[in-house]
């Protein structure tokens, strides 16, 4: 960063980038996730002002970090935190290097932190965010939104949930955790082996969310925190099958990412990527990762799908898709951990072996909501004419629909696929795949 740079884009960058690292660090001396956000995001606000009129600092992460750092000790300092909380020098007045143990600054300095001297607590942050006490279903909305820095809209399109559903979760387990005390070191391994899936969880849930909009550099945003989180977490778990697949799975996902864009920006499909471009050091330390898998004797859902990706890959070098192999992997992974994508994942192999009718016929069985929901409808007029038809989640989730436009493409069905085109491009949020879409759409109504 230097003085040059636009003050609002680099706060933005620096909340995507940086937040979980310093909400950790912070949060860390008290366990108030909720006060660590509140003081961070004051941070961020008051370096917009700041950064207009002074220039962006150098060291841009470690200024919000030090405004942060003393808006909580203001806090700590305050008569209602004096009369509420048995006082602790070390960690509330900062006397010492306790808040961030690590650092090369003392908290007392004029020259704000080295952000690379700062220590990394996010993976302490996200096993105290799969506590026992913590329930379940809020783990992996707690871990996304406190270490991965997501907003609650994000995370509520991302996992097909209303958003005031997200926002009243992650509050009540915010106040939980701060009256509950819960500790940010790392877990020891007993309780780190139990809190792993909901951990592996998160991590690849930020990489799920962030997909769409990943930018052409798979190492930067949050989609680079996820490759780094993946690689620390092997390294803390070496032995773990499923730290390596998930791993193995997000690095071979993100070495595809320079080839996604035309130079036009226009949206290319996997078939049509040029191999080329992909990631080759990616690529690499992915075929390690699924080596490891292999050497630990497991393999679960993670390490399933990394082998998917790498199938498909080996299809598109021009080594031949080994589709009954692909479906054998995919039965595998419903099998262990069904979930709408992979169904509809399922059904696009399926239509490759059996022909686009068979592909239609398993999209038309999805039904993750039960009886009794409405259809899928563009302008009031019923997308399908079929008896079966996409519903509950099925019937918003956009891939199901550019899967069912394009099969029915391929079964000269023109006016039911140019239907779900419409509905397909209407769920899309990316502007280059709904270029893309709509181009398909007229290609389908030309017959082309």
Known sequence: MTENSDPSETAMLLSQDGWGRIIALIASADGDLAGAEDALSSALERGVRVWREQGVPANPEGWLYRVALNARRDVWKSAAVRTSVVWDPAVHDGSDDSVHPGSSVHPGSADPPDPDALPDRRLGLLGACAHPDIDPPTRPLLMLSAVMGMTGKQIAAGMALPTATVAARLTRAKKRIAALGIGFGLPDRSDLDVRLPDIQEAIYGAFAIDWVHAPAQPRDGTIGETLYLSRLLTELCPRDGESHGLAALIHLSAARFPARRSKDGL??????????????????????????????????????????????????????????????????????????????????????????????????????????????????????????????????????????????????RVREARLAYRRAIELTTDPAERAYLETRSLEARSGR
């Open 267 to 412: 949206f290319v499909p996997l078939d049509d990527q040029d191999p080329g471009v992909w990631d080759a050091v990616l690529i690499a330390r992915g075929e390690d990762h699924l080596r490891a898998v292999q050497r630990s004797g497991e393999i679960g859902r993670f390490g399933l799908q990394a082998a998917i990706q790498i199938l498909h890959m080996s299809g598109v070098r021009g080594g031949g898709t080994d589709w009954p192999m692909l479906l054998r992997l995919h039965d595998d992974v419903e099998r262990m951990a069904p979930s709408l994508g992979g169904a509809v994942s399922r059904a696009a192999v399926i239509a490759e072996i059996d022909g686009p009718e068979a592909g239609l016929a398993e999209l038309d069985s999805l039904d993750t909501a039960g009886p009794g929901t409405d259809r899928g409808t563009v302008g009031g007029t019923s997308v399908l004419t079929s008896a079966a038809a996409p519903t509950g989640r099925a019937a918003s989730f956009q891939p199901t629909w550019a899967l069912r436009a394009h099969l029915l493409t391929r079964a000269d």
